[in-house]
């Protein structure tokens, strides 16, 4: 696993890992794992839970 960036200017760094397919890994900081779409889709959901309650 290698971690890399689309430009030398980005900000988010993703996580190339040629054993698993499908799973897009990203960070800020290279120690904070976040996993796109499942990660975003959980944050949102807790988010969404306080307005509705």
Not at 8 to 15: P, Q, S
Request: charged share 35%; proline share 2%; glycine share 4%.
């Amino acid at each position: 696993m290698k971690w890399y960036k689309n430009n030398h200017d980005n900000k988010i760094w993703w996580l190339d890992d040629p054993m698993t397919i499908g799973k897009l890994v990203f960070s800020f900081d290279k120690k904070l794992k976040k996993q796109r779409f499942t990660s975003i889709d959980a944050e949102i959901g807790a988010s969404k839970k306080k307005l509705h309650n």
